[in-house]
């Protein structure tokens, strides 16, 4: 083995704890828009709470930020780009979209969380957090919402081979 020779100055990294599915106030950190692709990715960090700042100490304990949302305004999605939209709008006074997606950085909104397996390229299952819908911060503060279901394969799928072909993904 190759010595590495700033080992002692490495911070070893921490326990990190999976989030729980749950509601959660999140602030969006950033805005992508994928235009051919037609959907923005919005990066969000946890706001408040046990666990706030959730994917900022990730990114520093992994390199990787993991709070992204796909928020497709096609056609097709445009209902569901509305009601994003709106929620942001509700959870911030005086906010109003104006198409430029900058303007997102900064803002609030709801969002329930769960985990979802999914396989890894060893074959073996693995979990990671997604988003499983969208609400107002006033929803989420006051409870109204329903905590989403663990996403799981079932056992017999684990040890097929998997061979995607992502190209008509919007991301």
Known sequence: MERIENWNEIKESGNSTMLKPDGYIVKITDVKDVQDKKY??????????????????????????????????????QNLFKRFISCIE???????????????????VGMTLTQEEYI????????????AKIY?????ENG???IPDVITIPDQVQNVPVVADDSDLPF
């Open 40 to 77: 923005l990715e919005i990066h969000f960090d946890i706001a408040q709470g046990e666990f706030k700042a959730y994917f900022e100490q990730l990114m520093a304990q992994h390199g990787f930020w993991a709070g992204k949302y796909c928020a497709s305004y096609g056609e097709k999605a």
């Open 90 to 108: 509700r959870s911030n006074t005086g906010y109003t979209f104006n198409f430029d997606e900058t303007t997102l950085k900064g803002k609030f």
């Open 120 to 131: 890894k390229q060893d074959g073996s299952k693995g979990k990671r957090t997604k988003v």
């Open 136 to 140: 107002d911060v006033a929803d989420i």
């Open 144 to 146: 109204n919402y329903k």
